[in-house]
């Protein structure tokens, strides 16, 4: 069955250096996401793209983050100068493109676990 | 904006039957979906409603009323490995996809 994978699986860095997670999303998938989730909290809503743009961001998703599409395989988040507070779980997940106004099922793949020091 | 809310906590037992619960309240809606997650995992997508009604996957049905902005997932013939957080998510629809999860509820399952 395929699925979305994501590298690394745990990053480890300082504060103020700049990270980014890469995922691989399901080959035939047309939208994809970011997602975070704090140690204990809810899963958040990072931001979404689709057609090589990004169709919607959350408040969290500001000037430090941004999103690229280098190749026709990869989706990757960059974190410019990374804070304390960045410290999560960041769940990369894919869909189908849906019928308007039908939703599709998310896959998400296995998420990276980011330690800001 | 958006408001969901799940139990925080439930437990039951090996071989019986739970529900659980989810009341939304979002500016948008077009369909909501149950997550399960065990811990340190990512989300594994359960079932999705977009009309009111029950939808039935195995041992997993969720029931959705748009009306009352409720939801339920009901598990049966529980098994040990069904302990796991449950999460709501309701999407929107508002050209986007995105998913506005509820904080999960926490699943025990007691021999």
């Known amino acids: 069955e395929p699925e979305v994978t994501q590298t690394p699986s745990h990053q480890v860095t300082q504060m103020g250096q700049e990270v980014i997670l890469r995922c691989v999303p399901i080959?035939?998938?047309?939208?994809f996401y970011w997602y975070r989730q704090i140690l204990g909290q809810k899963v958040e809503f990072l931001v979404s793209?689709?057609?090589?743009?990004?169709?919607?961001k959350s408040e969290i998703f500001d000037d430090q983050f941004s999103v690229e599409r280098p190749d026709g395989s990869n989706f990757t988040l960059k974190i410019r100068s990374t804070k304390l507070e960045d410290s999560a779980m960041y769940f990369c997940?894919?869909?189908?493109?849906?019928?308007?106004?039908?939703?599709?099922?998310?896959?998400f793949g296995p998420g990276t676990r980011l330690t800001v020091t | 904006g958006q408001n969901i809310d799940q139990p925080t906590e439930m437990t039951a037992t090996e071989g019986a039957i739970v529900q659980i619960n989810c009341t939304y309240q979002?500016?948008?809606?077009?369909?909501l979906f149950w997550y399960q997650q065990h811990a340190g995992e990512a989300p594994t997508f359960l079932s999705y409603n977009v009309l009111d009604g029950l939808e039935e996957k195995g041992r997993f049905s969720s029931f959705l009323s748009r009306s009352k902005g409720y939801s339920y997932l009901l598990l049966k013939e529980l098994q040990m490995k069904d302990s796991a957080s449950y999460l709501c998510?309701?999407?929107?629809?508002?050209?986007?996809?995105?998913?506005?999860f509820g904080t999960g509820t926490r699943l025990t399952i007691i021999p």
């Open positions: 979002t500016s948008g809606f077009n369909g």
């Open positions: 080959s035939n998938h047309l939208y």
């Open positions: 998510a309701a999407i929107s629809n508002f050209g986007n996809e995105k998913l506005t």
């Open positions: 793209f689709y057609n090589n743009e990004i169709s919607e």
């Open positions: 997940a894919s869909s189908e493109a849906g019928l308007a106004g039908s939703p599709y099922e998310q896959y």
